[in-house]
């Protein structure tokens, strides 16, 4: 048996009864907990590693608010949480041929690819029998791992930070920018703008714009998130400026804001990972031709807009998921070299991982929370932990 963290249905709806259906005081932390797993035997094609880090996702929530569907329930009452890890293999199945004991890889999460690649589902969410990595141990199909890019200039918390976060970004982007370029060609318009929302993955969405050569900007609440942008060359704005956009005002005062920073112009690409109030002011500030993409529902699942707007202005929304397997080995070799992420300042205990989800759903924390899962970690690594 291993500690693993877990999320049943029973503890779902006991802090739905404690809050009386208030998803917005729901506290997360008591709904996360740690508990013990066993894991199952090792097969010809898997492997076993020991988590050295972790970090923090947003489907967390989902899980424990029960805001999509109830997926505890659905999986049969409980689920054992957490799609993006850093391990270290400690056995590898007799067929295994890519992977041997003391390498350190990434997980990725997607967890059955259609026949183009793409996932169906989720690991750890709703792939049917899936379990997933907040625990000390693990055995996954080698198919599920990648090698960790030890020399790429990150250390191991900011490495942490990606299996998850940089695929999905780099989706976004190649779709986004190969839609906006079937309709307007880089001959014709060479530097784009490009606006981004929300946390983790809109700022390495951001990087790749710079890595290309685009104007780049992040609309966030966060005054060091903006700032430790702003080191990469990405200009901020303000969401706080605009009271999140909580009034048509707020709105019309944002659009006015972006139309001053791009000469009139509007933003040509749009990374949009939270929904709500966000999406009309972002759909309001897409110039013609303009691409949104999206990943994410964070603040709402279900938008609408004027579809003769869209037309006529000639918007595209794109709604993408993860990654292919192909895309994950891309979006690594970006470590470092465009992706550096922005970590929060705590680096959270493993006994402390329920506390890091409850705080980035309260949107406090002041980059990607990373939790550190093995007190003692490998010597291929101790050069790499701050």
């Known amino acids: 048996m291993v500690r693993a963290y877990s999320i049943s249905v029973d ?15 729901v506290d997360v932390s008591r709904v996360v907990k740690l508990d013990e797993l066993k894991l199952p035997d090792l097969g010809l094609r898997d492997v076993r590693m020991r988590i050295l880090a972790v970090s923090a996702e947003h489907n967390i929530a989902h899980a424990a608010l029960a805001d999509t569907v109830n997926i505890a329930e659905l999986r049969g009452g409980k689920i054992y949480p957490g799609n993006s890890a850093v391990g270290e293999v400690v056995e590898v199945g007799s067929e295994v041929s890519g992977f041997q004991v003391g390498d350190v890889v990434l997980t990725h999460c997607n967890g059955d690819p259609d026949r183009f690649g793409y996932p169906r589902f989720i690991w750890a969410y709703d792939k049917p029998d899936s379990v997933g990595w907040y625990a000390e141990e693990a055995v996954v199909g080698d198919w599920q791992i990648v090698h960790a890019p030890l020399d790429c200039g990150l250390n191991l918390w900011e490495i942490a930070a990606l299996p998850l976060r940089a695929p999905t970004a780099y989706h976004l982007w190649r779709r986004a920018e190969g839609i906006f370029r079937v309709k307007v060609g880089e001959e014709r318009l060479a530097t784009l703008n490009v606006m981004g929302f929300g946390g983790g993955v809109s700022e390495l969405f951001l990087m790749l714009a710079r890595a290309k050569g685009h104007n780049a900007w992040f609309c966030s609440g966060s005054q060091e998130r903006r700032d430790a942008l702003e080191k990469h060359g990405i200009a901020p704005i303000d969401q706080k400026a605009f009271n999140r956009f909580a009034s048509r005002d707020d709105s019309k005062a944002f659009i006015k804001e972006v139309r001053s920073l791009t000469g009139g112009e509007g933003m040509h690409i749009i990374c949009d990972m939270l929904r709500g109030p966000v999406f009309d002011a972002g759909f309001a500030a897409c110039a013609r031709e303009g691409v949104i993409v999206s990943a994410g529902w964070q603040l709402t699942r279900s938008v609408e ?37 922005t970590i929060h300042k705590e680096i959270y205990a493993f006994e402390d991982l329920p506390r890091a989800c409850a705080e980035m759903q309260e949107n406090v924390q002041t980059g990607i929370p990373i939790i550190r899962v093995a007190k003692d970690m490998p010597e291929s690594v101790a050069r790499l932990v701050p």
Do not use: M, W
């Not at 707007?309 to 690594?332: F, K, N, W």
């Open 11 to 25: 503890d779902v709806n006991a802090e739905r009864e404690r809050v009386g259906g208030d998803l917005d005081r």
């Open 305 to 341: 807009f004027n579809s003769a707007s869209a037309s006529i202005r000639q918007i595209t929304l794109d709604h993408t998921h993860y990654e292919t397997l192909y895309g994950v080995e891309a979006a690594t070799e970006l470590y470092g070299n465009v992706f550096k992420p």
